[in-house]
């Protein structure tokens, strides 16, 4: 299971990573950056995938994304990215809606980062469509199994129904990263389709404690059928977009190979 299979890739061999690139590179719109290019690619059911190339044209790199109605307004902390990776990028941030939640920052990766980061200045505001690429995924038919056998703290409490942790800033180790645990009640729920493997896939709308989040998940971690009112808990992924990007599409200036 990866992030690719969260959205109905396959990518168990090189080959299989190969043959994904090479799809996305024939069939996507190339987005010149500072940097390099993205060539991004759009497939039905909110699937995406953004390679990046070197001014040589050689890759470089490459992330998915799912593109969904989430939308999650924030105060932009600072940018994350490093100078041997200059087309990946990460933001801090924090969400603007409660005074509660302004000392809870948190990060997301951006796959369109070179394309956007002027825009992202710190204290600047923004609406993010957020995307949670499951790792672990419980699903609780109602309340009352959530709060009999969802995860404990440490202390034997247990985390709110609705409730936000990022994970990848509280772990020690070396480098921030774009996890969370969070859990949350589901809104939406649907299969969708990848159209170029034929594979299945969970789409799911979460509300969490900093606004709704699209959740996806490779079926296999799926062991219960989500319903509307219930609830998951789980660590994700965080990849975000704006959301005024999301909802014109990518930019206009894309060339098509």
Request: charged share 20%; net charge negative.
């Amino acid at each position: 299971m990866s992030h690719f299979s969260d959205i109905g890739f396959i990518v168990e061999t090189p080959e299989d990573l190969d043959t994904l690139i090479a799809s996305a590179i024939a069939d996507g719109k190339v987005y010149p950056a500072e940097h390099g290019s993205y060539v991004y690619w759009a497939l039905d059911g909110g699937i995406e995938m953004w390679v990046q190339t070197n001014h040589n044209d050689q890759v470089v790199g490459f992330n998915p994304h799912f593109s969904g109605s989430s939308r999650v307004q924030v105060a932009m902390v600072n940018t994350a990215w490093q100078e041997d990776m200059p087309l990946d990028g990460s933001l801090y941030v924090h969400v603007v809606s409660s005074d509660d939640l302004e000392q809870l920052v948190f990060m997301v990766d951006m796959p369109d980062f070179g394309l956007v980061h002027t825009r992202l200045a710190p204290d600047s505001v923004h609406t993010l469509q957020v995307a949670a690429f499951a790792h672990e995924l419980n699903i609780f038919a109602d309340e009352a199994e959530f709060e009999a056998t969802s995860a404990q703290l440490d202390d034997g409490m247990r985390f709110a129904a609705e409730s936000f942790f990022p994970a990848g800033l509280l772990a020690e180790k070396e480098e921030d990263t774009a996890m969370a645990f969070f859990s949350g009640r589901i809104e939406e729920h649907n299969r969708r389709d990848n159209p170029f493997t034929g594979k299945l896939f969970h789409h799911l709308l979460i509300r969490t404690l900093i606004g709704t989040l699209d959740v996806v998940a490779d079926p296999q971690l799926v062991q219960a059928t989500p319903r509307s009112g219930g609830l998951v808990q789980g660590t994700f992924w965080l990849s975000a977009r704006l959301a005024v990007d999301v909802m014109g599409g990518s930019k206009s200036n894309g060339r098509r190979h």
